[in-house]
């Protein structure tokens, strides 16, 4: 079977490579961390422009007309450039508020309005309750990405019976707190008594779970892919005993150690993202999956550049830390790897259950 990227999926990889190379570079990333951080609004209008937040929109309503393939393309090289804008977030709403009938606020998410997707591993962190047909929320979720800037959210709570998803507007947005990847902004949702839409039941929080663990490990890819080149490059200029270290055996093991890692990420995140789009049934496995070894794998990767990058890779100086920051919060996000071993095991314990193969 042919797993590599179609034409125009290379296509749409090198146009997004080329905006962020233009819109998110180093230096430009470093201006808006040392600004305080927060989304990057003229990267984000650049985007927006190009309709990435509207990939997934039919082509006939304005849309792109693509998939899921082609999100985690696009968060893919979001990764690499550690990127200052909202995109997985935003692309996650809108199709939780698409599926459950809110066309309203899809269509101003899909048009570059800041969404944020409040998902906490704590199944009660957020009650809901239904009073006279009119559902209100209560409680705090785990710290929101990108929610101080955020006009819409994406709320996981329990109704009781199951998690349930729900949709509000974001009329007082938190302050923003802080935390170790300055290019993202984090926020506590404090609701209480907050109205809000239901968008749908259990199904629509595993398949926004799906989703979020799928395109966050394509994130994770990204920036595990360029710390690797970040560390294969230093390794080829830096001298030492009149050699560069990347001819000393001990280098070379750790690079091709973390290229096995970026390789098998970058396997585990296309098959998630293939089965979310086909809404196979092997989606949820497939999901966890990525973000289970991404999740590990990236921190080896992340350990690696920074052992061949020696002391320079532990200084504000240096462009790494702003990829390990990054990826310490993406490998968090949407379930820790202890979360997705129990998922996994869970789906796969229920398949031999039932007699199912689990290869």
């Known amino acids: 079977m042919h797993f590599e990227l179609s034409e125009d999926q290379v296509a749409l990889q090198s146009a997004a490579a080329d905006l962020l190379d233009g819109l998110a570079s180093p230096e430009h990333v470093r201006a808006v961390v040392d600004d305080g951080g927060g989304v990057d609004r003229a990267l984000w209008s650049g985007m927006s422009d190009q309709g990435w937040t509207a990939v997934e929109v039919p082509e006939a309503d304005g849309g792109l007309g693509l998939g899921a393939v082609e999100v985690a393309v696009l968060a893919e090289q979001i990764g690499r450039h550690v990127g200052p804008a909202p995109f997985v977030p935003s692309v996650l709403a809108r ?68 998690r349930a998803l729900f949709a509000l507007d974001v009329d007082h947005p938190p302050e923003r707190e802080a935390a170790m990847d300055r290019t993202r902004e984090l926020g506590w949702l404090e609701l209480d008594g907050v109205a809000a839409t239901r968008l749908g039941g259990a199904d629509a929080v595993e ?74 049934p092997e989606r949820s496995i497939a999901s966890s999956s990525a973000k289970l070894w991404t999740t590990d ?63």
């Not at 309750?129 to 979720?141: A, I, K």
């Not at 799928?214 to 595990?224: I, K, M, N, V």
């Not at 920074?306 to 996000?333: C, N, P, Y």
């Not at 820790?336 to 007699?355: I, M, T």
């Open 297 to 359: 794998a990236s921190k080896r990767v992340m350990s690696g550049a920074l052992q061949v990058h020696g002391g320079i890779g532990f200084t504000w100086e240096h462009d790494l830390h702003l990829f390990m920051k990054r990826a310490q919060l993406d490998q968090v996000s949407f379930g820790d790897a202890a979360f997705h071993r129990d998922r996994l095991a869970a789906q796969l314990r229920a398949k031999v259950a039932a007699g199912e193969s689990v290869l």
């Open 95 to 162: 199709d939780a508020l698409r599926s459950g009938g809110d066309d309203e606020r899809a269509r101003r998410v899909a048009t570059g309005t800041i969404a944020c997707v409040a998902w906490s591993r704590e199944p009660t962190a957020v009650r809901a309750v239904e009073r006279s047909g009119q559902w209100t929320l209560t409680g705090r979720p785990d710290p929101t990405v990108w929610a101080p800037s955020a006009s819409v959210a994406v709320v996981v709570a329990s109704t009781g019976d199951e």
């Open 207 to 280: 398949r926004l779970g799906d989703r979020g663990a799928t395109f966050t490990a394509a994130e994770l890819l990204g920036a595990s892919s360029r710390a690797l080149e970040l560390a294969v490059e230093y390794a080829k200029d830096r001298v030492q005993f009149g050699r560069p270290i990347g001819s000393f055996q001990a280098v070379k093991h750790r690079c091709a150690d973390m290229l096995v890692d970026v390789e098998g990420m970058r396997s585990a995140v296309y098959w998630a993202a293939w089965c979310v789009g086909a809404d196979d």
